[in-house]
């Protein structure tokens, strides 16, 4: 019977219950089961999940069980803190030595050009190759993941482990998950490197393939301290044709460099309008500002993604809400293009350092 309940696993900490020590009981009368489970929160919301998945396991390994009773109950501090602690244990924290998982770090020079649109529709691109992906949106102050992906409720927090919640199948966190909806973020430095120091380390983002990173616009101080906690990140610039955009994020290159983060390469965003009648590509804003751009940063052009009317809706990334659009198809490109480069260019940039 214990073989059974471990093949159920606590959907937020993604371990089984037998490992996380939550099996209480198992009273087996005749062919009538009633197992006890410790849920590590009180007022847990997945007890209508154990109710069903608990009974399902039980009846898929043992056939001749004819019913199952759940019984749940919570944890004590301390056995929370057992069962958290060897979570913890067993997955190194993001950007620590001996996590396999690889940093994506999306920026760019101006606000507007459409960040966030590829940090989430990479990142759902990614997971849709099979990977397991997280999402921090670290724009502190134009946080705009958690409408993107329909994911604005608040983060459970079990011992003091912040769970990411659960979008489309990509885990996911933003400062826009613990504040008001419409309340102003009016932090300094300082405490602005701490909130960072822990979304990345006191999140359980349970060494994913990919933690994709929506970055402020510009450099600053978010910029400097991800640098710190994270000198392996892959960094990728996101422009628009726009030769004002062109020369901003340039700067940014110039700046990213300075505060020791890598760039890997350049996303040109809304380069073209791709016509659903003719199926021509149209370059409305001008030809050549990625290629340019990257040319002089000495690193590749990754992907020209298209204007997609689209792209504004809201709720569901566009990758998956209309897979078969231009856009959407440019960005599953993007991501097999980073997927099959274990490691891009990990290197200063030559021009400016
Ligand atoms: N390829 C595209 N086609 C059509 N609309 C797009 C495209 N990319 C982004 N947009 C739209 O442009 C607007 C700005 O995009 P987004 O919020 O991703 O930019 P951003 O660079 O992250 O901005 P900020 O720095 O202010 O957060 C959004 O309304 C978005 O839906």
Redesign the pocket.
Known sequence: MLDALRGVDDPELHRSVVDLGMVREIKIDGTEVTVHLALTIAGCPLREYFHRVVPERVRAECPEVTAVQVELSAMTDEERTEAVGGVRVTVPRVGESGSRTRIIAVG?G???????????NLAAALAAEGHRVGLLDA?IW???VPH?LGATGRPTIVGDLIMPLDAHGLAVLSIGNFLPEEGPVVWRGPMLHKALEQMLGDVHWDDRDYLVI?M??GTGDVSISLSQFLPNADFLL?TTPHESAERVALRAARMMTKVGLRLTGVVE???SFVCDDCGREHELFGTGAGTRLAELLDVPLLAR??????????GTP?VLAHPEAA?SLRFGELAKTIAAKPSLLHRPLPLFT
């Open positions: 760019s101006k606000g507007g050009v459409g960040k966030s649109t590829v940090a989430v724009d134009g946080f705009s993107m929506d402020p616009p996101v965003n809304m380069a993604i298209p204007l997609e009317p689209a792209c504004t809706t809201t566009t856009a």
